[in-house]
């Protein structure tokens, strides 16, 4: 069966078609805000607003497993009495209508003492799983090297998005998805134990997709500001990803180009700030 792998307009959720269809959003950070209010930002509780909008995707597209690609959590290494609150709360309501399969990110230390009891919750291993020929992790850790024989690898943990700057340099950032490939040299170099090429059954040379960050509370990277050592994860860092030939699109569908031709845009260049006058060196 032909996979298919669309994500929703307007909104950072993909929607994966395969045997069976996963509905896959990432980096939902539930407990951002009392993390902010200790830090002096108070701001009310977005758990239902988020809740609502996956459950708006679920009446969409009717999936047969809703797939958390890391960081359902957002405080580390605690866990806050808000997220002790609210995400066994927001995982019930998510396994009511379908499989819930976490894969835990960087956040999600703790995560299984805020399962709901009796509920279709499977909580994958940290360096990911494969779900009908599609490998998902979060992007953290190095990749479990099952992946590597996917058709297609679905990560997060960069929050990627697009900054455009005007000549007044005044910038707006939009989230975007990034597609591209792996570099198999590096692999190789980091595999070392395991047989990787064109014509081996440990390698399918999958194409990588990068999911934008489902709470807008976040932040997110500026992928056509960065280079490797400017990503998150070793699987980046290391080179491990093709950045330049990436392609890059936004929410609403508009296909940006690869970013390295971005990067030449005179609206995507990095400007340096104007000093002003009489600041101190």
């Known amino acids: ?163 455009l700057t005007d000549s007044l340099g005044y910038a707006t950032v939009e989230q975007s998805w990034i597609r591209t490939r792996l570099n198999l040299s590096v692999l190789q170099g980091h595999f070392t134990s395991l047989e990787l090429g064109e014509d081996n059954d440990n390698w399918n040379d999958p194409e990588l997709i990068v999911v934008p960050s489902f709470n807008e509370l976040c932040g997110g990277v500026a992928f056509n500001e960065s280079m490797h050592d400017d990503l998150l994860g070793p699987l980046f860092s290391s080179k491990g990803v093709d950045i330049d030939n990436a392609q890059a699109y936004l929410l609403d569908g508009t296909q940006l180009g690869k970013l390295k031709n971005i990067r030449k845009l005179e609206e995507s260049k990095v400007r340096p700030r104007r000093k002003r006058k009489g600041a101190k060196k």
Do not use: C
């Open 1 to 163: 069966m032909t996979i298919e792998i669309d994500p929703i307009i307007d909104e950072p959720a993909l929607v994966v078609s395969n045997e069976t269809k996963a509905l896959v959003i990432a980096d939902v950070h539930l407990g951002i805000e009392w993390d902010l209010y200790r830090s002096g930002f108070s701001i009310p509780s977005r758990m239902k607003f988020g809740l609502e909008r996956v459950l708006a995707y679920i009446e969409k597209v009717s999936p047969d497993r809703v797939i958390l690609l890391g960081d359902v959590k957002h405080n580390v290494p605690q866990i806050s009495w808000q997220e002790r609150d609210e995400i066994p709360y927001f995982l019930s309501e998510l396994s009511d209508h379908a499989i819930v399969d976490i894969f835990p990110g960087n956040h999600d230390g703790g995560i299984e003492y805020l399962l709901p009891e009796g509920k279709d919750i499977n909580v994958h291993p940290v360096r990911g799983s494969v779900i009908e020929d599609v490998g998902y992790f979060h992007g953290h850790t190095w990749p479990d090297p099952k992946l590597l024989a996917a058709d297609y690898i679905i990560t997060a943990h960069n929050h990627p998005t697009i900054r």
